[in-house]
């Protein structure tokens, strides 16, 4: 009851004074901005010519323009329709943390933070705005503040100053806690508040420092844009109010209207727009010594501003603008206390004397939210020229300044300078991009989501069963779990094999919000539960075990029809993948080559294998099969090839044509060898990394002879109209050679076992050849050899690389999920990229990077010293490797197999996971008020 009163006594005090504190507020920014639009219209002619614009006004674009002058000096052009900070960024809440569990966003909002509190003031003159206040992160329960341990671990790494702290300890740090339901905090006293006004005000003074133009009150009308002879789209110029500039690069920085300007040149934008919002308390006694809050659990936060509370969070049920108005400046939305009062509820038990204090200003603005909770940054593959830079979903203003100097080297360099696939616009399927119902599921699970904790193997809900091959129905049937990856169905592992269960993934149920209702017995969601730990997932765990060993035993197949198939053919086939591949696939007829595509640095873009045919005319054909889920950015880099180039040839993607089935292990031969229709000697004669055309029950097959689990393997690419038809072929003898149906996790644990790349965690755009140890896929010694890359590669190859990858496994039996700090002789010297649990060894193992200050790092380097992998605030030592430790000489992928391993290994699967055995792991335990 005296929380009800509350809520209607607030919206009282709300309704009463709110129409006076926006106008004071409006009234501020506008004041904070005058000079800036005066200067901007009174000194400056409009342009007929740029080389950058940068359409909107708001955090990301000033930011942008600022990061592109700063780093060009070039004639730069910013447009904003109305005044700056007028869309979302004059509303937004302007909380920075520090502490993060990704190290691309640790770099980017590190670098925002430095501009607040040091590189814009010394340029400018002028203040930011930049509050210092601290941070806290509440826990409710052991998983959470497992993951606030991630998040301190890898920030120690970057020299972050953080502390783990107990329930009373907290109440040191903010006495107005409620620390009765709380099992820990993480304090982070570094972090602070950002000002919108201060911020871009100071962005665009410093851009004009070095050349910018700023112009307010100029709306775009629209993007011209032309198709040379090659069939590429590119920007020519921006038409508006005030005339035409001539231009090849346009960033559209317009926040929620983003996709009205990418509707004018073409452009798929794929974002939605909620209704987010936040009030402020009137005065509270002692908060204004106190850090800002992050109660997840509660899905709220808790500002410091002055003396009072600004309460904001992430409801469940969020209101979706519909229709996004294209004149909206300074504009907001009634607040809607039926959504919004779960906030407060959340905020008073964090918080109590809230409770008995009123709202003296309420907002509620525009935000725009993505499918998978991460921006949209980078090059639209549809239209040269044409560069994204929105959708933060809330965090603009935190990671504008990171985000805006990654699109300015972006825009100018052709690529950023951090490993931004995260962001990248090339991560999402162009089929899925304007499909309205997986956008609005999608938006909405990630808007809901936002503060649940990030479990590794988390998967959506909404979205799904977008993308499925012909096996999806028969593989659920036979008890596959299904993840999703780049839209795709695609199979995890099969927990129902034995126990004849299958686990279908429903339609989204908004989780019982806008009059659903919410699913009960929910089988898929319950398995899926499982994971939702940092430790070793009980079933999941052994059944991964299971088929990896039964892999390593016997055999084992996948359905690896997700991954991307793209054919390069035609005139100039031979010239565009001269360019394209580190390895000259030209010179190996009929062979497989696994190979890199590489940026101008050596930077490596992907890995994939790449088969060298002829079609019907005898023409050369190169068949490439890529990570499913960069499926698209592999199409981008090899259109930006040849466009660069000039050379071309036809590129077809057949991903959704052809499927493909792994069949791996010591008895893959001779399953094989039981369902050819022809001759079983030709098995017997194939060569690895070899191909031939067969048939399997009447059905046309490539056969290839290569692993990625590192077994003896063979693959069947075929028509999506056989897939089925030849799969059942290979079921009917398969039990008779022992072996079982697998999925995606078992195949990442072996490949990790063998020391095979995984792109873009052990290997990204910005990791060199040199650096991941990957120069022997490159010809570099070839004078007849041109891949991209190479001149950056001959000339830096006699220096030592600054970081170098290594190998590390475990023996204490705990999960690793990926950065966890790698420590050297008792110093943090990098963190882990990839981890998984390696069961033919029955250890962790990881693979992350060494880097060396001043110096170079080499082989002995990495193997003379001692290692411990701090995971969660705790050590673990660690033995390190240049390869991967199990069967590094690949005698396995040549079928060559040591009767006593294989007997042990056989019988590891029997004793320990055919039982249910459970690995005996190692619990956590907290030692509270560490600083880490």
Not at 56 to 75: D, E, F, V
Not at 253 to 265: N, Q, R, S
Not at 781 to 801: A, C, H, M
């Amino acid at each position: 009851m005296r929380l009800l009163n509350f809520r209607r006594s607030a919206f009282a005090c709300s309704a009463l004074i709110k129409p006076k504190q926006l106008y004071l507020a409006r009234a501020c920014i506008r004041g904070a901005q005058t000079s800036t639009t005066n200067w901007a219209k009174s000194t400056q002619e409009f342009p007929t010519e740029a080389d950058v614009v940068v359409i909107g006004g708001g955090s990301i674009g000033c930011s942008t323009a600022y990061h592109l002058s700063k780093l060009t000096k070039g004639n730069i052009v910013l447009l904003e329709k109305d005044k700056l900070t007028s869309g979302t960024t004059w509303h937004t809440a302007g909380l920075l943390w520090k502490l993060w569990a990704h190290d691309t966003m640790i770099e980017l909002v590190d670098h925002t933070r430095e501009l607040m509190t040091k590189t814009l003031k010394e340029e400018t003159g002028m203040e930011t705005g930049w509050v210092p206040t601290g941070g806290m992160f509440t826990a409710a329960n052991k998983e959470r503040l497992d993951e606030y341990q991630v998040m301190s671990t890898l920030g120690q790494v970057y020299g972050i100053e953080s502390y783990v702290l107990s329930p009373e300890e907290s109440l040191k740090v903010h006495p107005l806690l409620n620390v009765d339901d709380l099992y820990g905090t993480l304090y982070s006293p570094l972090d602070g508040t950002m000002d919108p006004a201060g911020t871009c005000t100071t962005y665009t003074k410093a851009a004009a420092k070095y050349g910018a133009k700023v112009f307010e009150g100029c709306e775009i009308l629209g993007l011209q844009v032309e198709e040379n002879d090659m069939g590429t789209r590119q920007i020519k110029s921006v038409t508006t109010d005030l005339g035409t500039i001539k231009t090849s690069k346009v960033v559209n920085c317009t926040g929620v209207w983003a996709p009205y300007i990418g509707k004018m040149a073409g452009v798929r934008v794929p974002q939605v727009a909620y209704k987010h919002a936040y009030v402020v308390t009137e005065i509270i006694d002692g908060i204004k010594t106190c850090p800002n809050v992050r109660d997840h659990d509660g899905s709220v936060y808790l500002k410091r501003q002055g003396d009072t509370i600004q309460i904001g969070g992430y409801e469940p049920n969020p209101i979706p603008w519909e229709k996004v108005e294209k004149n909206f400046a300074f504009g907001l939305f009634d607040l809607d206390w039926d959504v919004f009062g779960q906030h407060i509820e959340a905020a008073c038990n964090r918080i109590p004397q809230i409770l008995h204090t009123g709202i003296r200003t309420t907002v509620c603005g525009p935000e725009s939210f993505t499918p998978d909770g991460h921006p949209l940054m980078g090059e639209a593959p549809e239209v040269r020229g044409f560069y994204h830079g929105s959708a933060f979903n809330s965090g603009g203003m935190l990671l504008g300044g990171g985000a805006g100097r990654e699109l300015a080297h972006w825009v100018i360099n052709g690529r950023p300078q951090l490993d931004m696939f995260s962001m990248d616009i090339r991560r999402f399927p162009t089929n899925l991009v304007n499909e309205k119902t997986w956008l609005k599921e999608r938006s909405h699970e990630t808007y809901a989501k936002h503060y649940s904790i990030a479990f590794h193997h988390d998967q959506p809900l909404g979205g799904r069963n977008q993308r499925a091959d012909p096996l999806h129905q028969e593989l659920l049937n036979r008890g596959c779990f299904y993840e999703e990856r780049h839209g795709w169905e695609r199979p995890a592992y099969f927990p129902g094999a034995f126990q004849d269960l299958n686990f279908p993934v429903k339609k989204y149920d908004y989780y019982g919000n806008y009059g659903n209702d919410k699913h009960r017995n929910y089988e898929y969601n319950e398995k899926l539960k499982e994971d939702y730990c940092f430790d070793f997932p009980g079933e999941v765990h052994r059944q991964i075990a299971r088929e990896c060993l039964t892999c390593r035993t016997s055999g084992a197949i996948f359905n690896t029809s997700y991954m991307g198939k793209l054919f390069l053919s035609g005139p100039g086939a031979t010239d565009v993948a001269r360019h394209l591949f580190s390895r000259d696939v030209t010179k190996r007829t009929n062979k497989c080559t696994y190979t890199l595509m590489l940026n101008r640095k050596g930077g490596v873009e992907a890995d994939l294998v790449v088969a060298t045919m002829k079609d019907a005319n005898g023409e050369p054909v190169y068949y490439m099969t890529v990570g499913g889920a960069t499926t698209e950015y592999c199409k981008a880099h090899v259109n930006k090839v040849m466009q660069d180039y000039n050379v071309s040839c036809k590129m077809e993607d057949k991903t959704d044509e052809m499927g493909i089935i792994s069949v791996q292990g010591p008895n893959s031969r001779l399953l094989m060898k039981s369902i050819l229709d022809s001759d079983p000697k030709v098995i017997d004669k194939m060569k690895f990394s070899t191909w031939k055309n067969i048939t399997i029950a009447g059905c046309p097959v490539t056969l290839m002879r290569i692993s990625f689990v590192g077994e003896l393997g063979f693959e069947l690419h075929c028509s999506n109209k056989h897939l089925l038809q030849v799969y059942k072929h290979l079921r009917e003898n398969a039990d008779s050679f022992g072996f079982c149906d697998s999925g995606y996790r078992a195949m990442e644990s072996m490949s990790s076992e063998i020391g095979f790349h995984h792109w873009p965690h052990t290997i990204r755009s910005d990791d060199s050849v040199f650096e991941s140890g990957l120069d022997h896929l490159c010809d570099l010694d070839d004078q007849d050899s041109i891949f991209v890359g190479k001149k950056n590669l001959l000339e830096t190859r006699e220096s030592l690389p600054k970081k170098k990858l290594a190998v590390f496994t475990l023996n204490d039996q705990v999960q690793l999920s990926g950065h966890e700090a790698i420590w050297r002789n008792g110093k943090p010297v990098g963190y882990i990229r990839s981890a998984v649990y390696a069961f033919a060894l029955g250890k962790s193992i990881a693979y992350g990077y060494i880097a060396r200050d001043g110096s170079g790092v080499n082989n002995e380097y990495i193997s003379n010293a001692e290692y411990a992998i701090k995971r969660m605030g705790v050590m673990h030592t660690a033995n390190v490797h240049l390869v991967g430790p199990f069967d590094p000489k690949f005698k396995r992928m040549m079928g060559k197999y040591d009767e006593a391993e294989q007997e042990q290994l056989l019988e590891l699967l029997r004793s320990k996971y055919e039982n249910g055995k459970p690995v005996e792991v190692q619990k956590q335990e907290y030692s509270f008020a560490q600083k880490t």
